[in-house]
């Protein structure tokens, strides 16, 4: 594994910086002008939007509009050169540094955006370790897995519309939810509303074919945090036959930073070993993995954060690769800006666990928080925060941090006003 590339910026060059020469994610910032293209380095923002503007970067203008989609639809050769060429302006002894200085941005005080357009979001159930957990408390560890888990990467559609950046508070659901006795279902606001800590791949690269898991792989421009909200009570209710619906439409929050795959090159790993042999489109086609450290935290409503949760992306049955494989296998087409959520990221043991639902077994076990206050779900005021980051030869290749606090439920929006 290479170590730390060196930049002209003394921050970017800190081993606890997220944001190294090594990084570069793509973000979309504003300050005093309108939301614009900026690559995070050390705790500043790279304007790659004026960049181009300059003549500095050359890439027909696709940096120009206030986000990364069109940028991304260049694909792959465009994507690394861009990388290229911003290492060299930003390295340690750069003779363009002059020029580049009064593009860099504080970090702090700017307010971060989507990056890209969502076209469609897609959410998967991939961690063994998650899938036994959940079919576990509700089947029977005789039957936790359901029988077509180990044969290929089960997900649903989601709703691209609910997808919203880091540090957008979510509101907490009303739904259907059902009793543990036979008496009808009543509409009421979710009392076990959860997280889901998981990383989402973003789909550089539109296809209307099915892909081989190489291809898949290529298409896809990078990796962003994603928190997938998850009303436990109302998915209880609805979600047979066909799966997760209302339960999961509230909100998706990703972070606004997208690391780009080839800065996670270096961090790549195999899946584990299977346990039945995938079918030939599934086999993996080498390290489809990476090795990124993840932890969720839970604040209650003015207190210090408690680290609820770290993990490993490295523990995932099938990776993003296999997943948009799959997707495709209809010939389903793909866009550029499509969201492939990982499912829920969970390790083997009980500190490794993604969710509070499998934190705190169902509300039977729930958690003590660093205040001395318990937790089965997410309360009202809690902010959770989700932060991931690949760890170097003496540097980081982080993400930041992708936030959400819960609002209380409105009042009943089918009450009758009787006034």
Same mark, same amino acid.
Request: aromatic share 8%; proline share 8%; charged share 20%.
């Given at each position: ?22 990084? /570069? ?18 705790? %500043?923002?790279?304007?790659?939007? =004026?960049?181009?503007? +300059?003549?500095?970067?050359?890439? #027909? #203008? @696709? ?17 690394? *050169? ?45 961690? *063994? ?42 509101? +907490? ?27 989402? =791949? ?8 099915? /892909?081989?898991? @190489? ?14 909200? %998850? ?23 990703? %972070? ?11 961090? +790549? ?24 450290? /993840? ?14 949760? *770290? &993990? ?7 990776? =993003? ?14 866009? @550029? ?21 499998? /934190?705190?077994?169902?509300?039977? !076990?729930?958690?003590?928080?660093? @205040?001395? !206050? ?12 989700? +932060? ?30 009787? &006034?």
């Amino acid at each position: 594994m290479s170590g730390l590339i060196r930049s002209f910026l003394a921050p970017a060059n800190t081993p606890e910086t997220q944001f190294p020469l090594n990084n /570069l994610p793509c973000g979309v910032f504003s300050d005093a002008e309108p939301p614009r293209c900026g690559m995070a380095i050390g705790d %500043s923002i790279l304007d790659v939007q =004026a960049l181009e503007a +300059r003549g500095l970067l050359r890439f #027909g #203008g @696709t940096l120009q509009t206030g986000e990364w989609t069109e940028f991304m639809a260049l694909g792959p050769d465009a994507w690394s *050169r861009l990388r290229h060429d911003v290492t060299g302006l930003l390295a340690e002894g750069s003779p363009q540094e002059a020029a580049v200085r009064p593009f860099l941005r504080p970090q702090e005080g700017v307010v971060l955006h989507m990056p890209f357009r969502v076209a469609e979001y897609t959410d998967f159930y991939a961690s *063994r370790h998650h899938a036994t957990n959940v079919g576990t408390m509700f089947r029977g560890v005789d039957n936790a897995l359901p029988p077509n888990w180990l044969h290929m990467p089960i997900g649903y559609n989601g709703r691209a519309s609910s997808v919203v950046v880091s540090g957008t508070d979510v509101r +907490r659901p009303w739904g259907q939810v059902k009793g543990p006795d036979d008496s009808a279902p009543r509409f009421a606001p979710s009392a076990r509303f959860d997280i889901e800590l998981e990383l989402g =791949a973003v789909v550089g690269v539109a296809s209307d074919h099915p /892909l081989s898991v @190489t291809e898949a792989d290529a298409a896809i421009f990078g990796y962003v945090l994603l928190n997938d909200w %998850s009303a436990r009570d109302i998915q209880a209710w609805e979600y047979q036959p066909l799966g997760p619906f209302q339960a999961k439409a509230t909100a998706t929050s990703i %972070s606004p930073w997208i690391v780009m795959s080839e800065a996670l090159r270096p961090f +790549r790993c195999d899946t584990p070993a299977r346990v039945v042999p995938l079918p030939d489109h599934l086999c993996d086609a080498g390290p489809m993995l990476f090795d990124i450290g /993840l932890e969720a935290a839970l604040a209650p409503a003015g207190k210090a954060e408690t680290i609820i949760t *770290r &993990t490993n992306y490295n523990e995932m049955y099938y990776s =993003a690769a296999q997943q948009l494989a799959h997707h495709t296998t209809c010939g389903c087409p793909m866009r @550029t800006g499509d969201l492939l959520g990982s499912g829920t990221i969970s390790g083997p043991q009980k500190k490794n666990r993604g969710s509070l639902l499998e /934190l705190s077994w169902g509300g039977k !076990e729930p958690l003590t928080l660093d @205040t001395g !206050e318990p937790r089965s779900f997410i309360e009202d005021g809690d902010r959770l925060t989700l +932060r991931g980051a690949a760890t170097g030869d003496g540097y980081l290749v982080g993400f930041g941090s992708c936030t959400g606090r819960v609002l209380p439920a409105v009042n009943d929006p089918y009450a009758r006003d009787e &006034t």
